[in-house]
């Protein structure tokens, strides 16, 4: 009997080590950190459709809520959880701009008389989670407001399940629109001159959009100066990228993941997700897929041959019937950014686009850099081999990666010397 106890403990610990364990390039520097943080979202994740499957809970809502329960253990442990009100160094306030929720981060310098940067944010999760209030999003825009003295304000856009595109991206146009007002700009002591959008992921998608159609906007005479996208997703019509497929069980984005993330987004039966992995839904016999909007993400053409590799292009001959059609978004360029003509790209601000080696939105970022260049936007290209999604976001403990510090500094170091 004594040897049960032993036994158990053998088994539960091979158990454990096989559910967290999985295989990782070798150039990811602290592989079972991240093991044991795609553990935890996983394990997020099965819960979350155990409690829809039951009946009990919304898929999207449930993992809100066990990321806020863990938020919330977090909280005491760091001082950036602290509601609005003036703050050591950075006086943070919650409040509205066009009737969308915003926080408001005024730096301690600056405002009598000297004019101060200024940068709208667009926090990432898929378009269904996160909030910029928390974590270590209201922690690096606390940074860049002290650091850079800066007024940042992070935009808190409306999420799926309670909406769906395009009300995100009209609640960050909206916000935009109204922070780039000079009423505002002269109320905050914001240099015209100096106005930044920036976001990290679906956030990066948004702000991609957004410059696009502000770059356009005759009647906004204040247009951002810069753009910086942190792995920006910027297109639905091809998930056989070779970052998509290189990356496909990578943590913490799987290409099942991102897909789910677009058809949630984009309001489309999510039974479509097995014809969406294979790319039935661009095939050729679609029309309105013309040859000009494929040559967009031709990322035979678009990409270094070092990220080539040796996939091939996926183009199948007769998929889906009207899926392009029954989801019109798809084709949209406020959706996916990556599909806007050239014309429209070389409106667009000076641009930062931050891309990672283990990530499956890689060459969604390359292309974009690729065909802004193209279209005489000057870019620059930070791109981290040893990245991950999601790394820019865990810099404080227990998940703090030395990629996503770095990654973090190397944001706010080009903020620095291009805002």
């Given at each position: 009997m004594r040897l049960l106890p032993v036994v158990v403990t053998v088994v539960l610990t091979v158990a454990l080590a096989y559910y967290v364990y999985i295989p990782l390039p070798d150039s990811i520097e602290e592989p079972w950190k991240l093991m044991t943080l795609d553990a935890a979202f996983r394990t997020t994740m099965h819960l979350a459709s155990l409690k829809a499957w039951l009946g009990f809970h919304h898929y999207v809502k449930s993992i809100r809520q066990s990321t806020e329960g863990f938020e919330g253990m977090m909280k005491g442990m760091f001082s950036s959880e602290s509601g609005g009100g003036v703050m050591p160094g950075v006086k943070v306030s919650d409040i509205t701009f066009a009737g969308i929720p915003v926080r408001l981060y005024e730096p301690p310098a600056g405002g009598e008389g000297h004019l101060r940067r200024g940068l709208l944010f667009f926090h990432g999760g898929g378009w269904a989670l996160g909030s910029g209030k928390k974590g270590t999003y209201d922690m690096i825009n606390r940074m860049v407001s002290d650091e850079l003295n800066t007024v940042v304000v992070s935009v808190e856009y409306s999420l799926y399940p309670e909406v769906h595109f395009p009300v995100p991206y009209l609640d960050c146009l909206a916000a935009a629109k109204h922070f780039l007002s000079p009423e505002v700009l002269t109320k905050y002591a914001i240099d015209p001159e100096r106005v930044a959008v920036t976001g990290d992921s679906a956030g990066g998608n948004l702000a991609a959009a957004v410059a696009q159609e502000i770059s356009l906007d005759d009647t906004v005479s204040v247009k951002f100066s810069i753009q910086a996208l942190i792995y920006p997703v910027l297109q639905a019509l091809d998930f056989n990228t070779p970052s998509y497929l290189q990356n496909q069980h990578i943590p913490i984005l799987y290409r099942t993941v991102m897909v789910r993330f677009w058809l949630q987004y984009l309001g489309a039966d999510l039974s479509l997700q097995s014809q969406w992995l294979t790319n039935n839904h661009s095939s050729s016999h679609h029309s309105n897929i013309t040859p000009e909007l494929r040559a967009r993400i031709d990322w035979n053409v678009l990409l270094p041959p070092k990220h080539k590799k040796?996939?091939?292009?996926?183009?199948?001959?007769?998929?889906?019937?009207?899926?392009?059609?029954?989801?019109?978004?798809?084709?949209?360029?406020?959706?996916?950014?990556?599909?806007?003509?050239?014309?429209?790209?070389?409106?667009c601000p000076r641009a930062y686009i931050l891309t990672c080696e283990h990530d499956v939105l890689r060459d969604d970022g390359l292309m974009y850099a690729r065909r802004l260049q193209d279209a005489g936007v000057t870019v620059t290209s930070d791109h981290y081999e040893d990245g991950f999604h999601g790394c820019f976001s865990f810099i404080t403990w227990p998940f703090e990666f030395k990629v996503g510090k770095r990654v973090v500094r190397g944001y706010i170091n080009w903020l620095k010397n291009n805002l």
């Open positions: 040796s996939y091939k292009p996926l183009v199948v001959e007769k998929g889906s019937q009207g899926s392009a059609k029954e989801v019109p978004g798809l084709l949209d360029v406020r959706a996916a950014p990556l599909l806007a003509e050239p014309e429209v790209l070389a409106k």
